[in-house]
């Protein structure tokens, strides 16, 4: 079955090949923050201090989102549709507990189950960095907790509970809103209905981060995808490519957030000039050439006969590619 009218066949596999064939698809995305999300690591907002641009030398803090940070919620929503839809059940198939081994989540994003087999992932994501500086892109905010009688903790107060004084003072640093990470997610060797898996789940993920807040609201901003015969840039360079023209441009001014007509316009540019530096061979759909193909990916998920094809489509894929490969691991050999 064939989905896609606006994107070239030749870009994509029949079926789920065994070994690495050379075929790349790279979704370019911009992560954008609604909330005041965490992404952090022992209580500790994760940044890295790293050059700020590609031609501006000076180091600068950013706010870095590793890729697990990415790419879980996204594999998350992915197994929320398959169990919705009837094509894995939580019983059969729980994450980092127990894998069934042959849907679409476990063959396109991986597992690992001890002596009982693995499948290493065909979607690659690298820790994504903020545009603007770590500085202008976080605040510290004091935590209290209220109690049913009216009375709060707050800032250098105790609470009283019961009579009690109590303590429930407690800062945490949140990421501001409207601060961009650009970020790139590779798919390897991808059939139509990977690719449009794959595509859907970043389309429909919205939060991320911490798993214990309610905050963490992140929109994907899809602008691009580039098919290649090898990985492209990374999001660092791609970020100091960003950061250099909105500066060069006057284009960012802390305290203010930076504008996203601006981000996502540097964006396109900025990876269009880095991709004629590229030494492999690529197609690329960025700015108006892609939304065509946006739109009838979103009209595809968009209803439930689509998004059902998509998974139905997936799944086969999935199962074919188990039984032919996976099957022979958990068979054991004799020595000699």
């Not at 075929?23 to 954008?32: A, G, M, N, P, Q």
């Not at 019961?162 to 997610?185: C, K, L, M, Y």
Request: hydrophobic share 35%; glycine share 6%; net charge neutral.
């Amino acid at each position: 079955m064939t989905f896609l009218k606006t994107v070239d066949s030749k870009f994509f596999h029949s079926e789920i090949p065994y070994k690495p064939m050379g075929k790349y698809v790279h979704f370019l995305t911009i992560r954008v923050t609604e909330s005041y999300p965490l992404f952090q690591t022992d209580g500790e907002l994760n940044k890295a201090r790293i050059r700020a641009g590609i031609q501006d030398p000076k180091p600068i803090s950013r706010l870095a989102m590793f890729k697990r940070k990415q790419s879980t919620p996204e594999r998350l929503v992915g197994r929320e549709l398959l169990r919705n839809y009837g094509f894995m059940s939580a019983e059969e198939c729980e994450y980092n507990v127990k894998f069934a081994m042959d849907n679409p989540d476990c063959i396109i994003y991986g597992f690992a189950i001890g002596d009982s087999g693995s499948e290493k992932s065909k979607v690659v994501v690298d820790t994504a960095f903020s545009i603007t500086a770590f500085d202008e892109s976080h605040e510290t905010f004091t935590l209290n907790a209220p109690y049913e009688n009216g009375t709060m903790a707050s800032k250098g107060e105790a609470g009283s509970k019961a009579g009690e004084i109590t303590s429930r003072i407690n800062q945490q640093d949140h990421i501001r809103p409207q601060i961009f990470f650009p970020s790139i997610v590779t798919l390897k060797d991808p059939t139509e209905a990977s690719f449009l898996y794959v595509f859907n789940n970043i389309l429909r993920t919205r939060h991320y981060g911490a798993q214990t807040t309610r905050t963490g609201r992140v929109r994907n901003e899809l602008i691009g995808v580039i098919f290649a015969d090898g990985e492209i840039i990374s999001n660092l360079r791609w970020t100091q490519a960003i950061y250099d023209q909105m500066q060069a441009n006057e284009m960012i001014q802390p305290p203010e957030p930076l504008d996203e007509n601006n981000v996502i316009k540097a964006a396109e540019e900025t990876v269009q000039a880095l991709m004629a530096e590229e030494f492999i061979v690529h197609t690329d759909f960025i700015g108006s050439a892609f939304q065509k193909i946006l739109s009838e990916v979103k009209g595809l998920t968009g209803n439930e006969q689509g998004i059902r094809s998509i998974l139905e489509m997936a799944d086969s894929e999935a199962k074919a590619y188990a039984q032919k490969h996976i099957s022979k691991k958990k068979t054991p050999t004799k020595a000699g």
